[in-house]
């Protein structure tokens, strides 16, 4: 069914919502940024703000899905390549670098997940979302492991989960230190990327 005209700038303005907290949050953080920051990015009023969310912690979460929207078929980037002329380290470059842009440069998320957490973190019904959005980034990296053992990078006995838990582990914990001490050192995430899974 066609939409109207009012359905489709109702589903424009929430994407423009979407757009504007997922960068409102990376640049000044979870707490630091008001609705006021998020809807004169878009040029709407608060009421547009809340015609489509209750709050700013449901927005959070609605970026959330968003994200795992805006990257869908990352996993799948190593597919086009062979182990025969390329390897891990370049693979998981290559990869990296496209999800980056799949998230139109928005990095160190990590850090404005964190200032949320610190925010919600008395509230059950959040913390059991995150916990649900953890399983979700869990099972993303299982997925990548897996096409990378199916083409050969990766030994096919390694355990998927194994892999994925300690990939974010790792991956999250150099970004915040990266981003907290002006360390970055993308040579030394790549490397420890390869060596936790091969």
Request: proline share 5%; charged share 20%.
């Given at each position: 069914m066609k939409k109207n005209k009012f359905q489709l700038k109702r589903e424009a303005t929430y994407k423009l919502l979407l757009e504007a907290g997922h960068k409102c949050f990376s640049e000044k953080g979870y707490a630091a940024t008001t609705l006021g920051d998020i809807v004169a990015r878009t040029g709407h009023t608060k009421g547009a703000f809340y015609g489509h969310f209750d709050s700013k912690e449901q927005l959070?979460?609605?970026?959330?899905?968003?994200?795992?929207?805006?990257?869908?078929?990352?996993?799948?980037?190593?597919?086009?390549?062979?182990?025969?002329?390329?390897?891990?380290?370049?693979v998981i470059t290559i990869t990296v670098t496209r999800l980056g842009q799949m998230l139109n440069g928005v990095d160190n998320w990590i850090i404005a997940l964190i200032d949320f957490y610190q925010q919600v973190k008395h509230?059950?019904?959040?913390?059991?979302?995150?916990?649900?959005?953890?399983?979700?980034?869990?099972?993303?990296?299982?997925?990548?492991?897996?096409?990378?053992?199916?083409?050969?990078?990766?030994?096919?006995?390694?355990?998927?989960?194994?892999?994925?838990?300690?990939?974010?582990?790792?991956?999250?914990?150099?970004?915040?230190?990266?981003?907290?001490?002006?360390?970055?050192?993308?040579?030394?995430l790549l490397s420890g990327l390869v060596k936790l899974m091969s």
């Open positions: 959070f979460f609605h970026i959330l899905d968003y994200q795992f929207e805006m990257t869908k078929g990352w996993t799948k980037v190593p597919l086009e390549y062979s182990p025969a002329d390329t390897t891990l380290e370049e509230n059950p019904e959040y913390l059991n979302k995150l916990h649900e959005k953890y399983g979700q980034w869990v099972a993303g990296i299982e997925d990548l492991v897996k096409v990378l053992q199916q083409q050969g990078w990766i030994p096919k006995e390694k355990d998927p989960h194994m892999i994925a838990v300690q990939v974010i582990a790792f991956n999250e914990g150099y970004t915040i230190f990266s981003t907290l001490f002006r360390g970055a050192n993308v040579q030394a």
